[in-house]
């Protein structure tokens, strides 16, 4: 089932949508893809997802193939990108638990009860303030335990921040090309994540600190 919402896109991603899987192994090998899945092994039993700007769906895909019971309900203003995840649904055989808004997250209004949130290589497309304003909306929507599962970049401390500030100043300068992404400098995500009333629960890196994957979970009061 697909929901579509007049919202203007944040970037056309359509552009790059057959050719994402491409780009990523160009530029990294396999490593987003180890950082998108790194979780997978600790949301066992979960039974409803929210994945927002997960790309081309191979995340949400696998991530219903190891879970036979798990519903996804997934959001992404680009609607080539939910075309392919469609298909990999479908190809695991999880067409069924599968629902797709083709909105801007910025606008989106989140209607279901979540156990787990996804966001992988999404929210740097964010500024910090509408980081807020996203988790702010999702927050009322959660379950007691439930997680939210943060991949993305990072600029780590001391020496190693040079070069990571390079490629990250160089993939959004390429993506700002390729698909008209405004954006050219990384949210303050963990701030961000924290005033809406979440905390870091578990951080994992790589490649010194330019990649990582994060747990946050509910704040208590």
């Not at 191979?58 to 997934?74: G, N, P, S």
């Not at 303030?129 to 927050?139: D, F, G, P, S, Y």
Request: charged letters at 25%.
């Amino acid at each position: 089932m697909t929901i579509f919402a007049a919202a203007a896109q944040m970037a056309d991603f359509d552009r790059i949508a057959r050719a994402y899987r491409w780009l990523e192994y160009f530029s990294f090998g396999r490593m987003l893809e180890r950082c998108r899945y790194y979780r997978l092994g600790q949301i066992a039993g979960r039974r409803q997802a929210l994945v927002i700007g997960d790309g081309d769906g191979r995340f949400a895909a696998e991530l219903m193939r190891r879970e036979q019971r798990i519903e996804v309900e997934a959001v992404d203003a680009s609607p080539g990108m939910l075309r392919l995840l469609e298909q990999r649904a479908a190809a695991v055989g999880a067409g069924n638990r599968l629902t797709m808004r083709c909105e801007d997250a910025r606008g989106f209004s989140p209607s279901g009860d979540y156990d787990l949130v996804a966001t992988h290589f999404f929210l740097d497309c964010l500024s910090t303030t509408e980081i807020v304003a996203l988790a702010e909306r999702i927050r009322p929507r959660l379950a007691g335990q439930a997680i939210w599962v943060v991949s993305d970049f990072g600029i780590p401390r001391g020496v190693a921040s040079l070069p990571a500030r390079a490629i990250v100043s160089f993939l959004y300068l390429v993506f700002g090309i390729l698909t008209g992404l405004e954006r050219r400098k990384l949210p303050r995500h963990g701030d961000a994540l924290q005033e809406a009333g979440f905390s870091l629960a578990e951080r994992k890196t790589w490649l010194g600190g330019l990649l990582f994957s994060e747990v946050w979970r509910v704040r208590e009061p």
